[in-house]
């Protein structure tokens, strides 16, 4: 069995003591294997995880991409887990911004997180972190109508600040024995490029479901569109986004897959 609990969400179930807060932190079990994706933005992931009576000590940690609202929580749950491996892409420490100049990467250094217990294993490359359990490596954008959305910057290795090219965006991987479960950060490669990418890892083109961040809510209809059909032709069982999903497309979503589709929020356990 699969168990998957959202511990870090925009919003949350009404179950005592949870605190919502934008950003996103996946717990996932499976077969004795515990990983946490993703570590919110502050320190709601660990404050739910704790409420939730979940035991972190030891859990390794993998990050889909380099923003605040995906990494801001990995200095409260080092201190729950105690040193353990952090997989990401080499570029989760590049400096990111908006338009206006505001800083949205990583609220901490590299140096301290690594003082705190944190062994970073950084690579472009898909990876198996268990058996059954990939993480994704950069993600080919082969869809045109999925390039990143929004006004998202990054700073260069020559210094020069320009439209965020997010190489470093990365999705979890589980493949059930009813297809492939996509756990998304947000998706800023295109939910569709993702699918596809995790398909050719496998070698599997049976889609159970799909879970996270989605990064529709800036997408034009033409977009939204082509992404629903797409995901209508490959018939998932559970469609469980969150986060940046936006309340446009997650109403869609739910007028379309009907009975697939879950409401994600922090405290909401899936067992598969």
């Known amino acids: 069995m699969i168990r998957l609990v959202t511990i870090s969400e925009n919003s949350v179930m009404p179950k005592g003591g949870l605190l919502g807060e934008h950003g996103l932190s996946i717990y996932i079990e499976w077969d004795g294997f515990k990983l946490l994706f993703d570590t919110g933005q502050g320190r709601s992931a660990a404050h739910n995880a704790s409420a939730l ?3 972190l000590c030891g859990t390794p940690i993998a990050l889909s991409h380099g923003h605040y609202d995906h990494t801001g929580g990995l200095a409260s749950l080092l201190k729950m887990t105690g040193p353990v491996d952090v997989f990401g892409h080499p570029d989760i420490f590049a400096a990111k911004y908006r338009r206006d100049g505001s800083f949205i990467g990583i609220p901490w250094t590299r140096e301290y997180l690594e003082s705190a217990g944190a062994f970073f294993a950084l690579s472009k490359d898909p990876r198996e972190l268990a058996p059954g359990i990939w993480l994704s490596g950069e993600i080919p954008r082969l869809e045109a109508c999925e390039e990143p959305l929004g006004e998202l910057m990054a700073r260069s290795d020559d210094g020069t600040i320009a439209r965020d090219p997010f190489h470093d965006d990365q999705a979890l991987i589980l493949e059930t024995s009813n297809g492939l479960l996509v756990v998304l950060g947000c998706a800023h490669s295109g939910l569709i490029n993702t699918i596809e990418h995790a398909r050719r890892i496998t070698g599997e083109d049976r889609l159970y479901g799909v879970i996270g961040g989605t990064h529709l809510a800036m997408a034009d209809e033409d977009r939204l569109e082509r992404t ?11 469609l469980a986004p969150c986060h ?12 379309r897959f009907k009975d697939q589709f879950v409401f ?5 356990t ?3």
């Open 228 to 238: 629903f059909e797409a995901l209508q032709s490959m018939r998932p069982t559970l």
């Open 244 to 255: 940046c999903t936006g309340p446009e497309a997650s109403c869609t979503l739910r007028q």
């Open 264 to 268: 994600n929020q922090a405290g909401l």
């Open 53 to 55: 009576g979940l035991d």
């Open 270 to 272: 899936l067992e598969i």
